[in-house]
């Protein structure tokens, strides 16, 4: 197939462009700047300037397209205070998108499970969050993806709130860096509260699969630990730190972890069993904790946060 990848040269596309790639796919990825440009075509892909904004754009490379693969989103909007602005700039690009690409074509676009589960029982894909939670954020763009079933092959992978391994700039290495400021690796109450993880090849190979194989209008989740206590994340910064591991007071959450002082407290277990079965996906990668010890993470030069 010709597949047009958004957000190509970042920390998920640039797994899925080889992973595609590799499966024998002919790939486009959109590129904001020439270092991501040059990345794309260093992976094997064309290169298409743009951004999602780029509203023209994205509908004309999506009808030159059988597949599409929505990776970008305005991150560094989203994260400054601007969250809203981000998701209607999503919306309209995914608009586009779907409004480009042909009949029969398939799309598939990111999501997350974060937020997702209600009183500690894992969220499976057929659960839909709840208006006030965390992981209603991207609904809108979730909904108009959906909505274009049957006549788009369309699907959402709702991706775990960790996607790990070697360069990851996400959430562990924002916990990392809050252990080394501090000295001590930290979790709020009992550290129970429960993340979902996914190595990156992994989830490289489920965006590929959607689009391959996925029935319209279907939701996926790229889960494969269902639930890590973040107090076990703790203990694994903390050996790798060689720091101490304790309960962290409410007063020092901002400090000890930043931006996501709001989440290490949020239980969000979430199966992906549907997903397995409709798809084929076997994880294969490592589970975080053994990818913590194999010591990238604390490296020197390792990424140390968003």
């Known amino acids: 197939m010709r597949v047009f990848v958004t957000g ?5 596309g640039s797994a899925v462009v080889p992973e595609l790639i590799d499966a024998g796919h002919q790939v486009t990825g959109l590129a904001r700047s020439d270092a991501s440009a ?10 298409v300037r743009g951004g999602l904004d780029d509203l023209d754009l994205l509908r004309a490379t999506a009808a030159a397209s059988d597949a599409v693969v929505h990776l970008a989103f305005k991150h560094d909007i ?3 205070g601007g969250f809203a602005d981000a998701v209607g700039s999503d919306v309209a690009a995914v608009r586009a998108l779907g409004e ?27 659960d839909v969050p709840s208006a006030d939670s965390m992981a209603a954020g991207r609904q809108a763009s979730t909904d108009v993806v959906l909505g274009l079933a049957p ?28 252990a080394r400021r501090r ?15 996914v190595h990156r090849s992994d989830a490289a190979r489920l965006f590929r699969l959607a689009i391959e194989v996925a029935p319209a209008g279907s939701v996926l ?22 720091v101490p591991v304790r309960q962290v007071g409410a007063d020092e959450a901002g400090e000890q972890f930043g931006f996501l002082a709001g989440f290490v407290q949020l239980d969000s277990p979430a199966s992906s069993a549907i997903t397995r079965e409709l798809t084929g996906w076997s994880p294969s990668g490592p589970g975080l904790i053994e990818d913590l010890d194999k010591g990238h993470y604390f490296a020197e030069g390792a990424p140390t946060k968003y």
């Open 8 to 12: 190509a040269s970042g920390w998920i």
């Open 38 to 47: 040059a990345a794309v075509e260093a992976a094997g892909a064309t290169a």
């Open 100 to 126: 480009g690409l042909p009949d029969g074509g398939a799309l598939t676009i990111a999501g997350g499970v974060l937020g997702l589960a209600v009183d500690g029982v894992p969220a499976t894909e057929r």
């Open 183 to 197: 000295g001590v690796a930290g979790y709020l109450g009992d550290g129970s509260a429960r993340w979902t993880a």
């Open 151 to 178: 006549r788009v092959r369309s699907s959402v992978v709702r991706l775990s709130p960790t996607v790990h391994g070697d360069g990851d700039a996400g959430f562990i290495p924002t916990l990392i860096a809050g």
């Open 78 to 80: 989203a994260f400054s």
């Open 221 to 242: 989740h790229a889960v494969d630990d269902e639930g890590v206590p973040v107090r076990d994340i703790a203990a694994a910064i903390g050996r790798n730190l060689d």
